[in-house]
């Protein structure tokens, strides 16, 4: 098939995989996708695991290190945080921003994860906004609605020019972690909705330069339906990227689509 946006799969480890471990996931990992060639892979290590992960990485194109979350802020009197700066020095090129586990657990509103996005863009790192609606929420068909809002006031103030550098990612939360994938039809539809919203924003040019990832229980036997669809640009992965055959088989499934 082949798509103008060059696929990304990317891999979201949490808070898994300590730095001990770190280095032979990549090996692994590596070692299974020596020849994927004609998309993007990262991976978003917890930070103590990603210097480790950067040294087992080393030399390798085609790769990215990705961080899970920063503060939007330079420095300073932030007991526990991590700036973006920080990340840059490690080699990190994308941070997660706005995953619906932050939204829940830390209570991150909408207005700091716009703070986030526009930092990030600001201090090089392409943010991944993450956007997605709850069971209950799509229950009430309230979907549309609530992506609108997340996406709204995640990109307000953002640049045409820095439009054309985002990341977004579609996580219905009701798919992450449940085994419980949204159909590549559901998917393709959201998709499609957040292309037009960006395209409202930012205008065409720029809209058809974002990738859309899709996230939630995405693994190699749902990967070639997700991937396939028009809007779907690659896939934010959790559980599945804790193990390297999996992970590498979606990427081998977004190569063999790329071709
Ligand atoms: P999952 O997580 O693949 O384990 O559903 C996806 C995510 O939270 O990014």
Known sequence: MGKSRRYLIAGNWKMNIPSSDAGQLI???????????????????????IHSAKNALAGMAGIFLGAQNFYPEKNGAYTGEISAVMLRELGVSHVIVGHSERRIHFSESDKFI?????YALASNLIPILCVGETADQR?????????????????GGISQADAKKLTVAYEPVWAIGTGETATA??????????????????????????????????????????LGQDDIDGGLIGGASLQAGLFADVVKIAGELAD
């Open 27 to 49: 090996a692994d990992i590596v070692a299974k996708i020596a020849n994927v060639t004609k998309m993007d892979v990262l991976v978003c290590p917890p930070f103590t695991s």
């Open 114 to 118: 716009n703070s986030k996005v526009r």
């Open 185 to 226: 039809e559901v998917a393709q539809v959201m998709h499609a909705f957040i292309r037009n919203l960006l395209v409202d924003l930012f205008g065409q040019k720029a809209a058809s330069t974002v990738k859309i990832l899709y996230g939630g229980s995405m693994r190699p036997d749902n990967a070639k339906d997700l």
């Open 139 to 155: 229950k009430k068909g309230e979907e549309l609605a609530v992506v609108t809002s997340q996406l709204r006031s995640g990109l």
